[in-house]
């Protein structure tokens, strides 16, 4: 008789706790849904990803991290625009942009931000790649075959083609939240940041779509059928040997 009342308790104890633990499980993932739902447009992916891990910290914090930074651009936006109505032009955008950023996450990078018709973008952080430069070069490669792909459907439309220029650089940047106490987002800063977007300025000068630096290229093998420019100069800065890209060879250079 005295074991009845014992063995009773001890079986509402556990399903006391197993309601605890059902209930802390479902609290959680609602919390993980809210943010995915709040930040999904916000944030890059891999940015998301990091945080709903728990490997973001909320608030200021950067680290200095070894990371291969892109800048792309539309050439003669600003007269492609003016020939356009705001919404033509609201439109085009749209369109240039899903392509794009569709690229950018299929070669596990981390969008930055949209600069009017530019974007930043960089691999290497939050999550760590085995090879950034290889992801950022083919990624840029494939920004340039789906924009062929787009021009197709603008010229058909009557809309105006679209060419654009792509600079990437490998080097070591202060990545993290980076911004004033109550505005901040994830980002990244340093000599490395502004190389890449000066040499995304000389792709129209060289006459190719897509420059990168010398320590992209020795991150890179035989998959890439590159273009030597020797060295060439760089507007507030030393002169550097810059390279190109054609294609890509082979699989061997696929993104890890």
């Given at each position: 008789k005295?074991?009845?009342?014992?063995?009773?308790?001890l079986?509402?104890?556990?399903?006391?706790?197993m309601?605890?633990?059902?209930?802390?499980a479902?609290?959680?993932l609602?919390?993980?849904?809210?943010?995915?739902?709040?930040?999904?447009g916000?944030?890059?992916?891999?940015?998301?990803?990091?945080?709903?891990a728990?490997?973001?910290?909320?608030?200021?914090?950067a680290?200095?991290?070894?990371?291969?930074i892109?800048?792309?651009?539309?050439?003669?936006?600003?007269?492609?625009?003016?020939?356009?109505?705001?919404?033509?032009?609201?439109?085009?955008?749209?369109r240039?942009?899903?392509?794009?950023?569709a690229?950018?996450?299929?070669?596990?990078?981390t969008?930055?931000k949209?600069?009017?018709?530019?974007?930043?973008?960089?691999f290497?952080?939050?999550?760590?790649?085995?090879?950034?430069?290889?992801n950022?070069?083919?990624?840029?490669?494939?920004?340039?075959?789906?924009?062929?792909e787009?021009?197709?459907e603008?010229?058909r439309?009557?809309?105006p083609?679209?060419e654009?220029g792509i600079?990437?650089?490998?080097?070591?940047?202060?990545?993290?939240?980076?911004?004033?106490?109550?505005r901040?987002n994830?980002?990244?800063?340093?000599?490395?940041v502004?190389?890449?977007s000066r040499i995304?300025?000389?792709?129209k000068?060289?006459g190719?779509?897509?420059?990168f630096?010398d320590?992209?290229r020795?991150?890179l093998d035989?998959g890439?059928?590159?273009?030597?420019?020797?060295?060439q100069?760089?507007r507030?800065h030393?002169?550097?040997r810059l390279?190109?890209?054609?294609?890509v060879l082979?699989?061997e250079?696929?993104?890890h």
């Amino acid at each position: 008789k005295i074991l009845i009342p014992a063995v009773s308790f001890l079986i509402l104890l556990w399903i006391s706790v197993m309601v605890g633990a059902i209930a802390d499980a479902t609290n959680t993932l609602l919390e993980k849904n809210r943010l995915r739902n709040s930040f999904s447009g916000s944030v890059s992916p891999a940015v998301l990803q990091e945080m709903l891990a728990g490997n973001l910290a909320g608030g200021i914090s950067a680290k200095t991290a070894e990371v291969c930074i892109m800048f792309s651009d539309i050439r003669g936006f600003t007269g492609l625009s003016e020939s356009l109505s705001p919404e033509e032009v609201t439109g085009l955008l749209t369109r240039y942009f899903d392509r794009m950023v569709a690229c950018v996450h299929r070669c596990e990078g981390t969008m930055d931000k949209f600069m009017g018709d530019g974007m930043m973008v960089f691999f290497g952080a939050p999550r760590s790649l085995d090879n950034p430069c290889a992801n950022a070069v083919r990624c840029a490669v494939e920004m340039v075959e789906q924009l062929k792909e787009l021009n197709v459907e603008f010229e058909r439309e009557g809309l105006p083609r679209v060419e654009i220029g792509i600079g990437i650089n490998y080097g070591k940047v202060v990545v993290g939240n980076i911004g004033s106490t109550v505005r901040h987002n994830y980002s990244a800063i340093g000599d490395a940041v502004n190389v890449a977007s000066r040499i995304e300025g000389l792709t129209k000068r060289l006459g190719k779509p897509i420059v990168f630096t010398d320590t992209v290229r020795a991150n890179l093998d035989a998959g890439f059928d590159m273009i030597d420019f020797g060295e060439q100069p760089i507007r507030g800065h030393s002169p550097m040997r810059l390279w190109g890209v054609n294609a890509v060879l082979s699989k061997e250079a696929a993104p890890h």
